[in-house]
Structures are given as structure tokens and as C-alpha cells.
């Protein structure tokens, strides 16, 4: 009895390797884009500030840095129950999200060779980054006597076409909300290190100085390109992509309080943080960021939390499906209104962009 608690059942390929997590709307999504378009982009704007950046990539300053050390070699079974199950899936998100990020990067790579070769080159190195994080977390994954197949993942799972400049947008997000994650993290197990328990938080710091660099690629190729930032259009589109990632983490993050509360810190405090944190940076590029600040923000998210755990309540529930369906329409409805309020409420503009000067 007392094993099963520490080795929660999880559905199982074969031994040792986790059926992927059922794709939801809250679950890392798989992009593809056309690369026709990507290929023949403009970057002579700017394109000095893109030469800086891949000779950052080429340095490769965390080369050395994702190599496990003596603390590894230990049991982990001191780590049960449910706060086993929501670390392993916490680190099965971290490593899809990483691993999804390596095989765009790595394709946009191999698609660019011959047509944009600095492009080429930034993309293979980040997909390099991408990799090293993904195989870091899925052997990490292997200490709880689980990891994922990330060749049946490759083949398995669906992927979502967005235009370049929507891939701009969700990626530099991406990039950007993984910093602010993983920073704050690293920064409380710093001043609490009774709260750190297991090694790979000890390996933040530098981790997120990679999604750090990987977001400022993004941020010059989108300067590069001030069509996609100086319109009403991409006003639009800007607020969707922070509303999108905002709600998302904190949707998933507040459903899985009891993991972080292992770490010594509050869920929504945490996510208020990365949010507002990732709000600010993101006014260095987009023309408009959300406002956060108001507490119509949070309290229509703590909705949504209220009408997911009723969800789940219901999808447990005897009930026939034509029941719970109508038993679940309010609660969907109800999501959808309050993500529409928040879309809505009055944005806040950022400075103009400058044109960059040819």
C-alpha cells in the first residue's frame, strides 16, 4: 500500500514510459507555420542586433552547465502521494514544452538553411537549447521511474499552424513567461532552501538566462519587422496572446496548488508575479499590455478556477453524458464570458515603437 503511494499509476507505453498527458486547451501546444513566408522575411532592419545575438547563441554559455551531479544519486521515494504525482506532472509539461519548442526551432532551422542562413543558424542553436533542457527534464522524469517517448510524442501529437508573426507572438511569450517562472523559483529556493526538494531547481538560474536570450531573439525579429507591432490589428492580436498565456498559467497553476505549497510558495501570489513581471518586459515590444493591476483581472480567472473544479465534479459523476452535458453548458459559457470581459477591458499602451532606421 505504502509503495503504491509512492508510485502513483500512471498509464503506461511500456514499463517506464508515461502515456503522453491527454491534449487539452491547457496543455502545451505543437506549432508548424509556413516557412516560405519565415524564409523570405527582411531582416537587414535589423539585423546587427541579430549578429549580437547569435554570437551570444554560439558562445553557448550553458554548455557545461546541464550535467548531473552527485545529489541526483539518491532515492526519491521520500517525495509521495500526491505531491509525487503533481511533481512528475510538472515535470512531463516542462519537458513537452521544451521538446515542442526544440522541434520548431529545429525545423525552422533546416527549412532556412539555404534561404536566411542567420535565421538558420539562431533557430539550430536555440533548438540545441531546447533539447538539452528537454532531455534534462525527461531524466529527471526517469528518477521517479517514468520518462516520456519523445519520438512517439513527435508522431503522435497534433500540431497547431500559426502564421510567422503569430509563432513571433506566442514564442516570445513563451520564451519570456519561462524566465520569470523559472527566476522566481530559483530566487525563493535561494533564500528557502528547506523548501528545495529535488536538484533541479538548483539549475534555474542559468536555465532561464537561456529562455531570456531565446525571447530577445524574438523581440528583434519582431523590430525587425514593424508591420506586425504598429497596427490596430496587432493591438488586437497582442492582447489575445497575453490574455491566452496568462490565463493558462494560472489555470493550471492554481489547480495544482499543493505542488508549489512543497515549495514553500502561495500558487496565486507566484503567478500574479510572473504575470505582472512578464506583463512589464512585454511593453518593451508590443504596442499594448494587459492591466493586470486591476483586480477584475484576477477575480474573473478565480471564476474560471471555480467553474473548472465544478467541471471536474461533474466528469466524475455517474451521471448520464446528455446530463452532464447540460449540467457543464453554465459552467462553459460562464468561462468563455469572463475571458471575453477580460479581452475587453481597456488594455494599457505602451510607447510607440521606433522605426528602426535602415
Not at 82 to 109: P, V
Not at 119 to 140: Q, V
Not at 293 to 306: G, K, T, V
Amino acid at each position: 500500500m505504502v509503495d503504491s503511494l509512492k508510485k502513483p499509476a500512471f498509464e503506461e507505453l511500456r514499463p517506464g514510459v508515461k502515456v503522453p498527458s491527454k491534449e487539452t486547451i491547457l496543455t502545451p501546444r505543437f506549432y508548424t507555420t509556413d516557412f516560405e513566408e519565415m524564409a523570405k522575411m527582411d531582416i537587414s532592419p535589423n539585423e546587427d542586433e541579430l549578429l549580437a545575438i547569435l554570437e551570444e547563441f554560439r558562445t553557448d554559455y550553458n554548455r557545461h552547465h546541464f550535467v548531473r551531479d552527485a545529489e541526483f544519486e539518491q532515492s526519491w521515494d521520500h517525495i509521495d502521494g500526491e505531491t509525487r504525482q503533481l511533481f512528475i506532472e510538472f515535470l512531463e509539461r516542462s519537458c513537452t514544452a521544451e521538446f515542442s519548442g526544440f522541434l520548431l526551432y529545429k525545423e525552422l532551422g533546416r527549412r532556412l538553411k539555404d534561404k536566411n542562413p542567420l535565421l538558420a543558424e539562431c533557430f539550430n542553436l536555440m533548438s540545441r537549447d531546447e533539447a538539452r533542457h528537454a532531455g534534462f527534464l525527461n531524466k529527471a522524469m526517469s528518477d521517479f521511474n517514468l520518462s516520456l517517448d519523445l519520438g512517439f510524442l513527435t508522431k503522435n501529437h497534433a500540431y497547431t499552424f500559426f502564421k510567422p508573426k503569430f509563432i513571433f507572438y506566442a514564442t516570445y511569450l513563451s520564451e519570456k513567461i519561462g524566465y520569470w517562472r523559472y527566476i522566481t523559483i530559483f530566487r525563493h529556493l535561494e533564500a528557502h532552501p528547506e523548501h528545495r526538494i529535488y536538484p533541479i531547481f538548483r539549475f534555474f538560474e542559468n536555465w532561464c538566462q537561456d529562455e531570456n536570450r531565446h525571447g530577445d531573439f524574438f523581440d528583434a525579429i519582431m523590430r525587425s519587422q514593424p508591420h506586425i507591432l504598429n497596427d490596430w490589428k496587432a493591438k488586437l492580436w497582442c492582447r489575445f496572446f497575453l490574455l491566452s498565456v496568462f490565463a493558462t498559467m494560472y489555470l493550471n497553476d492554481i489547480q495544482r496548488s499543493d505542488f508549489y505549497a512543497a515549495l514553500g510558495l502561495d500558487a496565486r501570489e507566484y503567478d500574479i508575479l510572473v504575470i505582472q513581471k512578464t506583463n512589464e518586459t512585454s511593453a518593451r515590444v508590443f504596442p499594448v499590455i494587459l492591466d493586470v493591476d486591476n483586480p477584475e483581472f484576477y477575480q474573473r480567472l478565480d471564476i474560471c478556477i471555480q467553474n473548472n473544479a465544478k467541471l471536474s465534479e461533474i466528469a466524475k459523476s455517474d451521471a448520464p453524458k446528455i446530463v452532464k452535458f447540460c449540467q457543464k453548458l453554465p459552467h462553459y459559457l460562464s468561462n468563455a464570458w469572463q475571458l471575453v470581459r477580460l479581452y475587453f477591458m481597456k488594455p494599457i499602451e505602451t510607447a510607440p515603437m521606433m522605426e528602426v532606421v535602415r
